[in-house]
Structures are given as structure tokens and as C-alpha cells.
């Protein structure tokens, strides 16, 4: 087995969801900010968005929190990805 079929076959179905709304963060950050930015930079927005984490998690408590967070949590990702990708 390839690294890549191995990839793949580690994914469950109920990834797709959290991943559907990493790849719909990412393809949203990518057009309403389309250009590259320093490690610096990216670093700060990265930081801002995980702000935005917790200030979901404080604003709904352990009941609904994960709920509130999957959209924020998607951005980071999102973000990651971009400077994984050194954009
Ligand atoms: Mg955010």
C-alpha cells in the first residue's frame, strides 16, 4: 500500500464533515484574501482566529460549545493550511 492509499484509507466517513468545513474555510479565506502573507503575519491571523476559539467556548459554556467552535475551529485549519502551503 502507497502512502497515499494509506492516507486515505485512515479517514473515516465521519471526518468528511469536519473536512468539507476545513476545505470551505480555506476556499473562503483564499478569495475574500487572496494574497500571500509573511510567517509573521499569517502567525497573527492564526492567533486572532484561535482567540475566536475560545471566545466561542466562553460564550457558550461546555453545553453547545462544540457546536458554537467548529466554524472557528475550520479557520484555523484553514489557516494552517495557508502557511503550511507558504502563502
Ligand atoms: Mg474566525
Not at 11 to 39: F, N, Q, W, Y
Request: aromatic share 2%.
Amino acid at each position: 500500500m502507497s502512502d497515499k492509499e494509506f492516507t486515505i484509507a485512515a479517514v473515516r466517513v465521519e471526518d468528511m464533515e469536519p473536512l468539507s468545513a476545513i476545505l470551505s474555510a480555506l476556499r473562503h479565506a483564499r478569495k475574500k484574501h487572496p494574497g500571500a502573507l509573511t510567517p509573521h503575519e499569517r502567525m497573527t491571523v492564526l492567533t486572532e482566529e484561535v482567540g475566536e476559539v475560545a471566545q466561542a467556548l466562553n460564550d457558550t459554556g461546555m453545553i453547545g460549545c462544540r457546536e458554537a467552535m467548529k466554524g472557528e475551529l475550520a479557520q484555523v485549519a484553514a489557516v494552517c493550511i495557508r502557511m503550511m502551503m507558504g502563502e
